[in-house]
C-alpha cells in the first residue's frame, strides 16, 4: 500500500504561480511513475501532467509552458510547479502514482488539494 498526501495548494490571483507538492510513502519512490490530475466542479478528472521513473516527462497542452513536474526521489516527493495561472485551471489537483511489481502495476490516489484562481 502506497500512500500518497498532496500539499501546496490554495487561492492565487491570476497570472500567479504556486507549488504543489506531493509525498509518497514506500521505499521504490524511485521506480514509481508519477502523474498530477485535476477536476475542476461539474468536470470529469483529467490528465496534467507526467514524470516517468527515468525523469522523462509529458504534459497536457493546455499547460505546456506554465507547469512543471519534477521529482525529488531522496524526499519521495513529486512536485507541480504551475505558473501564469488562470481561473480556469482552478479544480482539485491529485496526485497519483504507478507502481510496478513483478507481473503487474497498481495505482494510488491522494486525497487531493484545492488550487482557486481568482481575483
Known amino acids: 500500500q502506497v500512500q500518497l498526501v498532496e500539499s501546496g495548494g490554495g487561492l492565487v490571483q491570476p497570472g500567479g504561480s504556486l507549488r504543489l507538492s506531493c509525498a509518497a510513502s514506500?521505499?521504490?519512490?524511485?521506480?514509481?511513475?508519477m502523474s498530477w490530475y485535476r477536476q475542476a466542479p461539474g468536470k470529469q478528472r483529467e490528465w496534467v501532467a507526467r514524470?516517468?521513473?527515468?525523469?522523462?516527462?509529458n504534459y497536457v497542452d493546455f499547460v505546456k509552458g506554465r507547469f512543471t513536474i519534477s521529482r525529488d526521489n531522496a524526499k519521495n516527493t513529486v512536485y507541480l510547479q504551475m505558473n501564469s495561472l488562470k481561473p480556469d485551471d482552478t479544480a482539485v489537483y491529485y496526485c497519483?502514482?504507478?507502481?510496478?511489481?513483478?507481473?503487474?502495476?497498481?495505482?494510488?490516489w491522494g486525497q487531493g488539494t484545492q488550487v482557486t484562481v481568482s481575483s
Open positions: 497519483n502514482a504507478i507502481v510496478p511489481v513483478p507481473g503487474t502495476s497498481f495505482m494510488y
Open positions: 514524470i516517468s521513473a527515468d525523469d522523462s516527462t
Open positions: 514506500g521505499s521504490a519512490f524511485s521506480n514509481y511513475a
